[in-house]
């Protein structure tokens, strides 16, 4: 179970070639990838700035990770987040995660996604050429976690 | 009773700095009643907890709702609902 | 829409860079990957044989990758299928799923994996210490496939 | 009416080869009815025909299911359930 949160990029080759090749009985890698994307809401982004809460990021996210370990049967789990200044294009996350069959590792990787996206402490603010503005939550990323409580 | 106070993000830039320590009164026990205990300091601080924007808080690293029990010592965070990922 | 069924092994690194840098309104890339495990009912696998019905699997694998892209909101899909004989560790298959928000990428991903074991014309054969012997189909993967009825 | 036929996997084991044209007595019109007459060849078509073990069928390379119609110039193939991935 690995947590990472930094400012450099990542290469998703090596962490999932390392991912899947750690153990023979893996069968299965799922990963996300979220890249920053050139429109929100109709303004073109210059830049997008990831703001967190460090002493409580690295611990939530570790959260979320146990909780998909001990609601699925994954072998291992990845988390890569960046902070900082990004640009359209640029990686922001990387969740992968391994088992022995699919299922399991689509579920958790959704899962983790999901629970990142509304509790782990990262702020996007958006830099277009009409301003800066702050990032607000969606509804939908509220609803999307709910759906793991049934 | 004495604890730490962190904003993040929108909060942050309202108060115009990112931590404070703060000695509270006794009765201030949940979050609710430092959110109120804190309104009284001005408009700035008002307007952040009026309700009219969701603040989230978290105490010690960890997500709470605002009946959550205040102790001395304790790291108390507020921010807006997060948008990582 | 990408479909590649060969005998040589791909680079994962690669072909997600360039499945998430062709658009910057890509926001979210789910891929899966699939590589051959050690054990298969408790005998240690030697290698896996992978045989397919070559002028029917590419138009059936284009076939699920449009069912898909009519089902959700994604921008392109990428699938690598192997054929041959594999050993433990080798890849066998990689689905990627590009899309501007997360969820609509993991369901096509989930879906193409799910139709892909139940409708593809791949059949894999195991050599143990044990000799040869076919692998058998799974009901798991037809009750995967049903849900996508609903 | 002329088809040709394809085994894979099992199957193409069982009958040791993978391809084969044959001329179809015109009152053989579905997959079924295939199956029926050529399991009249002997044990081997027979055993692989029975039902004990599922059977997939291909027309055209397009999965079928039994009921499916033959024409002439088809190209039909048999295999056990798929196991790719």
């Not at chain 1, 992968?96 to 509790?119: N, P, Q, W």
């Amino acid at each position: 179970m690995t947590v990472r949160v930094q400012t450099e990029d990542f290469d998703i080759g090596c962490e999932l070639a390392s991912m899947r090749l750690a153990q023979p009985s893996i069968g299965a890698l799922v990963s996300f990838v979220g890249q920053v994307r050139d429109i929100n809401g109709g303004d073109a982004i210059n830049t997008l700035t990831l703001e967190h809460y460090p002493e409580m990021t690295q611990k939530a996210l570790e959260a979320i990770a146990l909780d998909a370990k001990t609601r699925w049967d994954v072998i291992d789990t990845l988390i890569i987040h960046r902070v900082g200044m990004l640009k359209p294009l640029d990686q922001i996350v990387l969740v992968a995660v391994t088992s022995a069959h699919r299922g399991e590792a689509f579920k958790a990787c959704e899962f983790i996604m999901d629970y990142l996206k509304t509790s782990a402490p990262f702020w996007k603010k958006e830099a277009s050429n009409q301003g800066e503005r702050w990032v607000e939550a969606k509804v939908s990323d509220d609803e999307a976690k709910r759906r793991w409580d049934k | 009773m004495k604890i730490k106070v962190l904003y993040f993000a929108r909060l942050k830039e309202a108060v115009n700095y990112s931590t404070e320590d703060i000695d509270l009164p006794s009765d201030i026990k949940t979050v609710t009643a430092l959110k109120n205990y804190l309104s009284k300091r001005g408009e700035i601080w008002a307007n952040l907890f009026n309700g009219k924007q969701v603040v989230r808080a978290a105490i010690n690293h960890v997500l709470v709702d605002d009946l959550a029990a205040i102790h001395a010592g304790d790291e108390i965070a507020f921010f807006p609902p997060v948008t990582g990922g």
